[in-house]
């Protein structure tokens, strides 16, 4: 097949080598094979991948079996992995309190609990390509493509580059817009024995769900994967004092009947969406482009929509489009990533079993306001009016057939079982 684009496409380079970096790479070299390309992935080892994220959402399943071109069972032992039927939510709104948002079809659809760590090593098997170990200083759009300038290396010219070097220093409005609506900005990881075991031979079959459990400083996220369990306390720490969270963690390891523990990480957070994540030449994927708290574990999928839509986008159309199409692409991207922010936000507005200082908060503030943040003179895009689309949809009294598969971001089946059941 020819592709108008392919020419365009002979050196590319990924920079950084985290779950997004390691996608980008891995994407770049299936979709274009064999020697027409040159592809550079590039790290400083110095600086460390954040190693979190081990929830996904099931088109991650497939991307793996294509990318890897392995089966699936092997794919899931690989990442040492269990089958994630949804989110198990325990305590959340005001009327079911204990409820599950299964993936659609239910108990049907799976997607992975993973190491993150073990995805990247297992994606760089699959992945032909250079690797270069070096500070990048600066990665900037110039005539016909982008330039990654080094540290200790001369500067390189390609034709796209995907910038995956993770979390943004610092926010600044004219660049991030600030999803100020979600009330949570920082986590505390602790790992634990794990409670799921291997199966003989074979992959674990058992349905797991993540557990995300209300707590009075915010909520802890419980991952089943075959060696470990993965715990995380997620709070604001302008709101709740770490030593409180900490007590708190503790109490509910007690209670849940975990004896040990190792304390992994304290990991502060920002809630944006990178005002310009294409521009044409270069890339932003992963916590580069957009990040929001791990609620519905939106960040893997969101890098996944990143690099197909660009790679698909710069090898479908022809070059000379570029500058009409990469504002669109940029726009969609915006716009859906925004969507996702506007349904976790949303999770919190009918509060929790708490009635804490930080459940008040969440719900009496922090959620009002998202109609500013993500107003469409402050973003460029229509994500609220999608949102307000779907909420209204839910208040139907009878829901069309036709409309069954509207999506915004995620399917109007996400949207009914959370309404229902944190009733809102
Ligand atoms: C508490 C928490 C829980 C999470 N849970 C989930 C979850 O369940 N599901 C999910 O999908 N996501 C989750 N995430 C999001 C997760 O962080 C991302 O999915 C994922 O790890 C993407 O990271 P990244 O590859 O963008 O960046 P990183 O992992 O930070 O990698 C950055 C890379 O860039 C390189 N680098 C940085 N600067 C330079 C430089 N100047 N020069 C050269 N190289 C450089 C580094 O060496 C590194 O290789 C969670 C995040 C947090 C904080």
Excluded at 204 to 227: C, D, E, M, N, S
Excluded at 301 to 307: D, E, M, N, R, T
Excluded at 360 to 386: Q, T
Aim: proline letters at 6%.
């Amino acid at each position: 097949m020819i592709l108008p684009g392919a020419k365009s496409l002979r050196r590319i380079a990924v920079v950084g080598r985290g779950t997004a970096g390691s996608l980008a790479a891995a994407s770049a070299a299936k979709l274009l094979p064999g020697d027409d390309l040159e592809l550079h992935h590039i790290y400083d080892s110095r600086i460390p991948v954040i190693g979190v994220g081990e929830g996904s959402w099931p088109s991650l399943v497939q991307e793996l079996h294509k990318l890897t071109d392995l089966p699936h069972e092997t794919v899931q032992q690989r990442l040492k992995g269990t089958r994630k039927y949804g989110v198990a939510f325990e305590g959340w709104g005001r009327r079911n309190r204990d409820f599950t948002h299964f993936f659609t079809p239910q108990q049907v659809s799976y997607a992975y609990h993973l190491s993150a760590d073990l995805l990247a090593e297992l994606l760089h098997e699959s992945t032909r390509a250079r690797h270069i170990d070096a500070e990048v200083l600066d990665i900037s759009r110039v005539e016909g493509g982008a330039q990654v300038e080094f540290r200790d290396l001369p500067p390189e010219r390609y034709d796209l580059v995907f910038d995956a070097r993770g979390f943004p220093k610092e926010l600044h409005p004219e660049q991030h817009i600030d999803i100020s609506f979600i009330p949570t900005n920082t986590a505390v990881i602790r790992r634990c024995p794990a409670v799921i075991g291997e199966d003989g031979d074979g992959p674990v079959l058992q349905h797991t769900y993540t557990r995300a459990v209300a707590r009075p400083h915010g909520w802890i996220f419980v991952i089943p994967l075959t060696v470990h369990t993965s715990y995380g306390y997620i709070f604001n720490r302008d709101m709740s004092d770490l030593a409180d969270v900490e007590t708190d963690f503790s109490e509910f390891l007690e209670a849940d009947g975990v004896s040990e523990f190792e304390q992994r990480a304290v990991i502060p957070f920002p809630n944006f969406v990178h005002r310009r994540i294409f521009d044409g030449a270069v890339a932003r994927v992963g916590n580069a482009a957009a990040f929001m708290e791990p609620l519905e574990a939106t960040a893997i999928v969101s890098a996944q929509l990143q690099i197909g839509m660009i790679l698909h986008m710069r090898l479908n159309r022809p070059v000379e489009n570029l500058e009409r199409d990469a504002p669109t692409v940029n726009r969609f991207l915006i716009d859906t990533i925004l969507r996702y922010g506007l349904f976790v936000g949303w999770h919190y507005s009918c509060g929790s079993r708490y009635d804490s200082r930080f459940w008040r908060h969440a719900r009496e503030r922090v959620w009002p306001r998202h109609r500013k943040a993500a107003a469409p003179e402050a973003v460029d895009c229509a994500a609220l009016a999608r949102f307000d689309e779907m909420i209204e949809l839910l208040n139907r009294p009878v829901i069309d057939q036709e409309d069954w598969n509207r999506m915004c971001a995620v399917p109007l089946t996400s949207y009914a079982q959370m309404s229902q059941n944190l009733g809102c």
